[in-house]
């Protein structure tokens, strides 16, 4: 089974473009499913359910879905080996720009979109960093100049990766990328003693045990004080 | 292979102040990763990645590794780039027909598009327009549905033109298009300059607003924002820059709306600058102004048409109504009153 792990901020755009990939894995008899990791809560689900393609949703609540992610991602391969999947997808929403799910030798695909505004490719960590690919997607809705601006940031920060831009509502450029996609040779069975690309932040601080009250003599763990200057 | 080789042991060589002589871009590649070399311009690279603290690399998710991998890469593509722009590159596009959605082959031989032609585009929604933009975008080689193949100067083109994001074949100019930044017209052309590594900027940017206000049916200048521009200043401003400052040889434009903005002008800039210009759109006197017209159905092409003597004709008769409606719009946005 190929494995894919899709990232990106929320709202970028990676459902659409999953979506109108997978149109285009179907017309080639390629089977896949899509497990969707998101926070709070989402209802993707049901688009890919409409689209009658096999899906699960797992939301991390009060845990990073990053960690929770890592936490769960051989069970969701098991799912995809049970199923009998040519390919497996999984999608998820980062939050914070810090962390990054991507796995070594599993290829990663992040999706940003033009709208996030021309720093974004600055504020964006390993999730855009160390994709594989880059997705850039409402092209259709800003001036050529701003995308160009857009994709040289991008390639300044990651220049090894395959830039793509993808129309999500017409699908301009999916059936590109599910060329890229999709490898005969690649038959992941098990992520058991695969290594996360890197590492995520090193947090646990009170407040990440639930902590509610705000002062100095509820602050214990990993704490960090801004420098406000003098 | 072992050219590569010295050239990167001897680029690694180089300090950050050598570097940054060498490739003025490379201070753009350290401005983007944060990476504060102020202080380190006599040290190699990876010395000055030596110099940040285990704290440090973590704290800001730093990955010295890839960032020093990267630094080659990111030079070696930026030397490319700029060596593409220096060569004219592409002088043609064609076409080599595949089918459409049910199989049937394509209605043509092969289309061949030069420089400074316009080609419109016609056929109804959800007819295959999309798929022939991006068939062209991607430079098909029999390897997408319709099975289309792309020759640019009528060959096989270099697989660079899919992957390299610097160099796209295409630029696209489509209706919904806005800007978004909050920037001014300046700014945003000397952000736009610095990305396509301009050595003339303030030339060229004073040639972009010229040649923008010669669009435009109200003049606008260079410190207003470009979020405060009228929609045909805008159309105006992308068009000018589009023709000026993309490096990209292709022009695919999604209909030009008829208000603001002259639309004959607009072409015709794109046209003497070498561009390649695919236009779909239905308004008649912007599809007869090109020569051929591509027709779409069922996702496929289904012939082309070269323009007839009596259309243009007609184009003549459409301009002098269009230019009776434009100047009944200025009359009115300058307070004046109609007259039969």
């Known amino acids: ?230 | 292979m072992l050219e590569r080789w010295i050239w990167v042991i001897n680029m690694m060589n180089l300090t950050i102040r050598q570097l940054e002589e060498k490739y003025p871009f490379v201070i753009g590649y350290f401005e983007e990763n944060k990476l504060d070399v102020e202080a380190h311009k006599d040290k190699t690279f990876q010395e000055y990645l030596d110099t940040l603290s285990e704290d440090y690399v973590e704290e800001w998710a730093i990955n010295k590794e890839k960032l020093a991998q990267d630094l080659e890469i990111y030079i070696e593509q930026m030397k490319e780039f700029l060596g593409i722009s220096e060569d004219l590159g592409v002088n043609s596009l064609t076409i080599l027909p595949g089918h459409d959605k049910s199989g049937k082959e394509e209605g043509f031989g092969e289309l061949t598009i030069n420089k400074s032609e316009i080609v419109s585009i016609v056929g109804p929604t959800g007819s295959g327009k999309s798929r022939l933009l991006a068939d062209i975008e991607w430079t098909a080689m029999n390897d997408t549905p319709t099975g289309r193949t792309i020759l640019i100067n009528g060959e096989l083109p270099d697989k660079k033109w899919r992957f390299s994001s610097n160099n796209r074949l295409v630029a696209q100019l489509s209706q919904n298009m806005n800007f978004v930044m909050d920037l001014t017209v300046r700014e945003f052309l000397e952000l736009h300059a610095a990305s396509r590594l301009v050595e003339d900027v303030e030339g060229t940017i004073a040639r972009i607003i010229e040649e923008a206000n010669k669009l435009a049916g109200e003049k606008f200048n260079l410190n207003t924002p470009v979020t405060a521009l009228s929609g045909g200043q805008s159309r105006a401003l992308m068009i000018a820059d589009t023709a000026i400052l993309s490096s990209s040889p292709i022009v695919l434009i999604d209909e030009i709306e008829n208000a603001g903005i002259d639309r004959k002008k607009a072409l015709e800039l794109l046209v003497s600058r070498d561009k390649i210009v695919l236009m779909a759109t239905h308004d008649p006197i912007l599809a007869l102004m090109a020569n051929r017209r591509i027709v779409i159905k069922n996702g496929g092409i289904d012939k082309i048409i070269e323009t007839s003597k009596e259309e243009k004709e007609l184009l003549v008769e459409l301009e002098k109504m269009d230019n009776i409606i434009q100047s009944m719009r200025n009359e009115l946005r300058n307070g004046g009153v109609l007259h039969a």
């Open chain 1, 1 to 230: 089974m190929n494995l894919i792990v899709f990232s990106g901020p929320p709202s970028s755009g990676k459902t659409s473009v999953i979506l109108k990939t997978i149109e285009a894995l179907k017309q080639r008899n390629i089977s896949v499913g899509v497990v969707k990791f998101d926070c709070l809560y989402t209802d993707d689900d049901v688009l890919y359910e409409k689209a009658d393609i096999p899906v699960k949703k797992g939301l991390s609540g009060a845990l990073c879905p990053d960690h929770f992610f890592a936490s769960n991602i051989e069970e969701v391969v098991q799912w995809g080996n049970d199923l009998k999947l040519d390919m497996l997808i999984t999608e998820s929403a980062g939050l914070c720009n810090r962390c990054s799910p991507y796995i070594k030798n599993v290829k990663g695909v992040c999706v940003i979109d033009n709208l996030s505004g021309i720093n974004t490719p600055k504020k964006i960590g390993p999730m855009l960093k160390s994709a594989d690919i880059v997705v850039i997607t409402k092209g259709d809705i800003v001036s050529q100049a701003e995308r160009e601006v857009f994709a040289s940031k991008v390639s300044s920060v990651n220049p090894k990766a395959i830039t793509m831009h993808i129309n999500g509502l017409t699908g301009q450029g999916a059936y590109e990328l599910s060329t890229l996609l999709y490898d005969e040779e690649q038959n992941i069975d098990t992520v058991e003693g695969m290594e996360l690309r890197f590492p995520m932040p090193s947090a646990l601080c009170s407040y990440c045990l639930g902590e509610t009250r705000i002062g100095k003599e509820y602050q214990m763990g990993n704490v960090r004080k801004m420098d406000m200057g003098d």
